[in-house]
RNA sequence: GCCCCCUUCGUCUAAUGGUCAGGACGUCAGGUUUUCAACCUGAAAACAGGGGUUCAAUUCCCCUAGGGGGUACCA
């Protein structure tokens, strides 16, 4: 066995890769890459009422897009169960653990009482020390383990620091069900133990299964991994993350157009940070990326900021790599396959030439194919019916003139389309802002949509910018 | 209830026993652009409260308040 470092995500499949365990899987993975170690994935899949293969891919394919790359085979707990079961008997054996023949309703019990006297509510050891011949005929055991009464816990957190746990506040907790299937705490140690993990990273929802997995590390003789508990996200009120705050799953983030690199570079600095470094490539936060420098406090999701950020990306990304992400997403998008079929094989190569005044003005990848709609107008270019109810005679006669003359630009990019409404403007001695307006509206249906035609439809700005906006005021409440 | 963790601008955060408490997002005001976006400049904006320790605390200690997590034969 070698010092090198390895790490491990350890999702369980009951959902989607949410956004939090997102963030737990790129801790991992810039660890791992940082020392030059390896990131294990483990899918803990115990709970199989709740666990799902639908979920199990949703993770998978989560991971990869947001090309966090995880190093061997997965590993599934639930086929690990006969050597968790395997552990639990050894403990049996050497008198670290015991047979419980307690029932549900003796439990409830007793958790009440202690709660009521103010004490740690838990198993109260009836069955520690009781002689098994005492036990009750018909009734499947479950094993608990023999949590240390005495003295105290300690865990040495690279997060948390150095947390204490009074060891009577650990009550035995069971590793094996009557059932003869593992438990949570019991599984992870095996597995992380097997799979020579040596940093565990992980939420810090878990700060207090470390002491019990602690203790369990300490019966078995085994070297415990350094620990590592990040704390967790809330959502922008600042209470748990909720669906309207951001707790989707990463498939969620995609859907709306947002690239990996900024979700990366978002994630990381919630929690993280390394002076005043904002953005950063993924080979500087190699670099910086370290235990030490996590924050020790809840970090609020926010949403502007991604999206801030995520346009910085947009801007950055090469124009034939944003049309092929445009490419994979329309399809995914409500509406998706209408779209898709609108834009056709000619669609792409305009989007691709019109790209540079297109992704400076997108937040996202779907504002940026909304913004860019005006370019899959059906030939011949007609006025949209819904538009033309809301222009007068005048502005139909005037988008009449216009539409042939556009026709003949091709391809449309910023640059052509501006020059020759900017012409026609001209040659007829009309306001260009006059022309613009009831453009756009003409050919997306839509009034109020910003995007490239705002930049038409403000370029006559002698015409003051206060008369554009009740223009489009009007034709937004007819 | 009990145990554990947390608390710097609205948000993400930096730093320090003595600083004008720094940066970023957002906001506001300008500039650039015959608009928008992008970009540039500037401004407002924080040490939760109370006690200590100290010549000096945002920084160290204690308490309170608030927030979060855990408290299963879930993971």
Not at 318 to 334: C, H, Q, T, Y
Not at 377 to 403: F, H, S, V
Request: net charge negative.
């Amino acid at each position: 066995m070698s010092d090198k470092v390895i790490t491990r995500f350890a999702p369980s499949p009951t959902g989607y890769l949410h956004i939090g365990g997102a963030r737990t899987a790129l801790f991992n993975w810039l660890y791992a890459k940082h020392t030059g170690g390896k990131m294990l994935l483990r899918i803990e899949d115990t709970d199989q009422a709740r666990s799902t293969e639908g979920a199990i891919l949703a993770i998978l394919d989560g991971l990869r897009w947001l090309e966090l790359e995880w190093d061997g085979e997965p590993v599934y707990q639930l086929a690990r169960a006969e050597r968790h079961r395997e552990i639990a008997e050894q403990l049996l054996a050497e008198g670290k653990a015991y047979r419980c023949y307690a029932s549900a309703e003796e439990l409830q019990a007793m958790r009440e009482k202690a709660r009521a006297e103010g004490r740690a509510p838990g198993y109260d050891g009836t069955w520690r020390h009781r002689d098994p011949s005492e036990a009750p005929t018909g009734i499947e055991p479950a094993i608990r383990f023999k949590a240390p009464r005495e003295g105290e816990t300690v865990i040495e957190d690279r997060v948390q620091g150095r947390v204490v746990f009074a060891n009577k506040e650990l009550d035995d907790l069971v590793i094996l069900r009557s059932d003869g299937s593992p438990t949570y705490n019991l599984s992870v140690v095996v597995d992380d133990h097997d799979m020579n993990i040596t940093h565990i990273i992980r939420g810090d929802d878990h700060l207090t299964n470390a002491a019990r997995q602690s203790q369990i590390y300490k019966a078995l003789g085994w070297e415990t991994p350094v620990f590592a508990h990040v704390p967790l996200i809330h959502g922008s009120d600042g209470a748990k993350l909720s669906k309207r705050h951001g707790a989707l799953g990463v498939d969620a983030y995609r859907a709306m157009g947002y690239l990996p690199a900024a979700l990366r570079n978002y994630l990381v600095r919630l929690g993280w940070s390394h002076g005043d470094a904002e953005i950063m490539s993924t080979e500087e936060m190699i670099e910086w990326f370290d235990l030490d420098a996590i924050g020790r406090s809840a970090a609020r999701f926010d949403f502007v900021k991604l999206e801030t950020l995520n346009g910085h990306y947009l801007r950055e990304t090469p124009d034939a790599e944003i049309v092929r992400r445009l490419k994979a997403l329309v399809p995914e998008l409500p509406d998706g396959a209408a779209l898709n079929a609108r834009i056709g094989a000619e669609g792409w190569e305009k989007l691709e030439r019109a790209m540079p005044g297109l992704k400076e003005r997108a937040k996202t990848l779907v504002e940026l194919i909304d913004n860019a709609t005006f370019l899959f107008a059906k030939r011949p270019l007609t006025l949209d019916e819904e538009a033309a109810k809301l222009l007068d005679p005048q502005g139909r006669d005037l988008i009449a003139q216009l539409l042939p003359r556009l026709e003949a630009v091709e391809p449309w990019t910023l640059k052509e389309l501006e020059a020759s409404v900017r012409s026609f403007a001209e040659e007829t001695g009309r306001k260009l802002g006059k022309v613009a307006q009831p453009l756009r509206a003409a050919l997306t249906g839509k009034s109020t949509s910003p995007g490239i035609f705002d930049v038409l439809d403000v370029l006559g700005r002698e015409e003051s910018l206060a008369r554009l906006r009740d223009q489009t005021a009007v034709i937004k409440s007819a």
